[in-house]
């Protein structure tokens, strides 16, 4: 039994694991003084104002109607269970609608927003607490990946929690700083790229490729998102949250125009990743099997796994860009617009131009990752060839 634990501690993913905890340990502690210098401008007037969790102990009264759904106001009494008001009982009031507030009922967890102003509180209840709820979503998520992967699966979290964590600790206050949205998503890829590859796979030649090909394609689906824009007169200024944005763009220096792009480049990561990584793992297991192979053979052989693997993925992405614009596809519908109205609306040709230039970066990716599998897997073919001419 101390054999085996022996042998798991020092195999070679288990120290890549530990390896992996400490870089990305450190890593956060890096973007975390990176960031300790921001100072956000207040948007909204938060003096005064808190957030906590509270259960709902008795309905005082309600003016509620069944209208399909439950709708109305309650007047509730709330007990604290987080933050400075912790303990206390409190009245507050709560407004069922579609997007804020709650259907109050006894026994219920609520999120309370608390004002304070010269002594008096005002409470209400801001909608049901889901903080446990999605903690424990994100649990299982990462769990099923650890059990059903083992050790490869811990690297895939890990890798994971690193691409989160450069989104959020990097990304973002990179924009917030006032630098090119795109500039700032296609750092954010090629880091994210660069180290979790690596976890994953470790250092090989297949890596590297998968690299190259990860970040080229990306790059790729950034810039044929931004000469579609061009080509469409349509930018980030004409997204659906465009007034929330210039507000917050008056205030910072956040370039609005550019985040359409941005996210593309972010949404079709992933989905490039996988093509790249899959085309170079074939060309990796064709060499093993048959190193006699030349470099013009194993790029045929990678292009042919590619082409089936680049129509999935496509179609992921599509599919992916679908179902986020599904209630933008039904207002058209059951309106009836005609087509030409319907071809020429912002909404439309934005959508349109996620899901095709992301698609065409996972298209660019499979030549250019059976290119550099095949270049590096066929270059020891080419270096015996050359030996025995000598």
């Avoid at 509180?121 to 607490?129: E, I, P």
């Amino acid at each position: 039994m101390v054999s085996r634990v022996k042998d798991y501690i020092r195999s070679a993913e288990t120290k890549r694991i530990i390896f992996s905890i400490i870089i990305l340990a450190l890593y956060s502690v890096v973007l975390c003084f990176f960031n300790s210098n921001i100072e956000k401008t207040p948007l909204i007037n938060s003096e005064g104002k808190t957030y906590a969790k509270a259960e709902v102990v008795e309905i005082i009264n309600e003016n509620a109607a069944e209208a399909g759904e439950r709708a109305g106001s309650q007047k509730v009494l709330l007990e604290i269970k987080s933050g400075q008001y912790k303990g206390e009982r409190l009245e507050a009031y709560s407004t069922d609608g579609y997007l804020y507030g709650a259907d109050s009922e006894v026994g219920m967890t609520v999120m309370a927003v608390i004002s304070e102003s010269n002594g008096e509180k005002v409470v209400s209840v801001g909608g049901v607490y889901r903080g446990g709820a999605v903690v424990l979503i994100l649990v299982l998520f990462l769990l099923s990946i650890w059990i059903i992967g083992g050790r490869k699966g811990l690297l895939a979290v890990i890798s994971l929690v690193f691409t989160l964590v450069t989104i959020v600790g990097l990304f973002l206050p990179m924009i917030y700083r006032g630098v090119s949205p795109f500039l700032s998503a296609v750092i954010s890829c090629v880091i994210t790229t660069a180290v979790c590859m690596p976890l994953i796979g470790g250092m090989s030649k297949k890596t590297a490729a998968s690299i190259f090909a990860s970040v080229a394609g990306v790059i790729i689906a950034g810039i044929l998102a931004f000469l579609f824009g061009k080509l469409t007169d349509v930018s980030g200024y004409n997204v659906s949250e465009i007034d929330e944005l210039m507000f917050i763009a008056a205030n910072t220096d956040i370039q609005v125009g550019e985040l359409l792009f941005a996210g593309i480049l972010i949404a079709s990561m992933g989905a490039v990743m996988d093509v790249a990584m899959s085309v170079v793992t074939a060309v990796e297991e064709i060499h093993i099997k048959n190193p006699e192979m030349s470099a013009r053979e194993l790029f045929v052989s990678g292009m042919k796994v590619g082409n089936d693997t680049m129509g999935t993925m496509s179609n992921t992405l599509i599919l992916a860009f679908v179902g986020s614009s599904i209630n933008t596809l039904v207002t058209i519908y059951a309106y009836d617009y005609p087509m030409m109205y319907t071809m020429n609306l912002y909404s439309t040709c934005i959508e349109i131009i996620r899901g095709i230039s992301g698609s065409m970066g996972v298209v660019f990716a499979v030549p250019i990752a059976a290119a550099a599998s095949s270049f590096l897997y066929g270059a020891r073919r080419r270096s015996d060839m050359q030996a025995e001419i000598v």
